[in-house]
């Protein structure tokens, strides 16, 4: 296995799995879809035990990328990643070349960790800014001056693998944070706003957050002929 010369090793909680034999047997799923997750996977990618739930497929966060890259408004050249988890989105944001800066924020510091360490693997972590702590805080206490040039996106929590089961994802009850509370939160920052939701969510409940006259546009993101999430993006994007 090839690493990374400039990287430490990793604390406690935080791995790098090299055999199935070694993963706990609720994420080996996930351990075999390892390479879709990060192609880089065998350079030394970090990851927790609970971090993989939540990272975006490599092929579906570049794809994001690509889209909020084409989609922003002139003048808006900062991108503020509000659940950073390790560090997918945040990668394929610094590597489309678009911004001038991605904010990326995560609340748990170990996943953090793995966060940082992976934008190292795939050579941008010069260009992010990480922060550790409540998204929400984060954003008043130290972004708002950048509020006129940003676009905010967020992968929240939706609760766990559960998910899945749900012929109809429930957005009021999404755990830890609604649909509302997202929304509400984020429009206090910025108009240009994509959240990263199960492909299951609810449509009304997505719709029903618009304000009069606002737009607001759904894309699903596919892999291997089938829809893995939705994102909704709020505001007057530029999406085709």
């Avoid at 794809?63 to 050249?77: E, M, Y």
């Avoid at 999404?174 to 910025?190: H, R």
């Avoid at 737009?215 to 993006?233: D, F, N, W």
Wanted: hydrophobic share 40%; proline share 6%; glycine share 6%.
């Amino acid at each position: 296995m090839a690493r990374h010369p400039t990287l430490d090793l990793p604390p406690e909680e935080v791995h790098h799995y090299e055999d199935i034999s070694e993963v706990p047997w609720d994420i080996q799923n996930y351990w075999a879809q390892r390479y879709k997750i990060f192609s880089k996977y065998d350079e030394g990618v970090w990851l927790t035990d609970d971090a993989w739930f939540g990272v975006t497929p490599e092929p579906v966060a570049n794809k994001i990328a690509d889209h909020l890259a084409a989609a922003a408004p002139p003048g808006r050249s900062v991108l503020v990643d509000a659940f950073a988890g390790a560090g997918g989105n945040s990668i394929a944001f610094a590597l489309s070349g678009k911004w001038k800066r991605v904010y990326a924020i995560e609340k748990n510091p170990a996943v953090l960790q793995c966060a940082k360490h992976n934008a190292e693997i795939y050579g941008v972590a010069d260009k992010i800014t990480w922060f550790q702590g409540d998204c929400f805080e984060i954003i008043q206490t130290h972004l708002m001056d950048l509020a006129p040039y940003s676009v905010l996106f967020a992968s929240p929590p939706w609760g766990g693998p559960g998910y899945r089961s749900d012929k109809v994802f429930n957005l009021r009850t999404m755990e830890p944070y609604s649909l509302a509370k997202l929304y509400n939160e984020y429009a206090l920052f910025t108009e240009y706003i994509a959240l990263y939701l199960p492909r299951t969510s609810d449509v009304k409940q997505l719709a029903k957050v618009v304000k009069d006259g606002q737009k607001a546009t759904v894309q699903h993101y596919c892999m291997e002929g089938a829809s893995k999430a939705l994102c909704i993006y709020y505001g007057a994007w530029n999406v085709e």
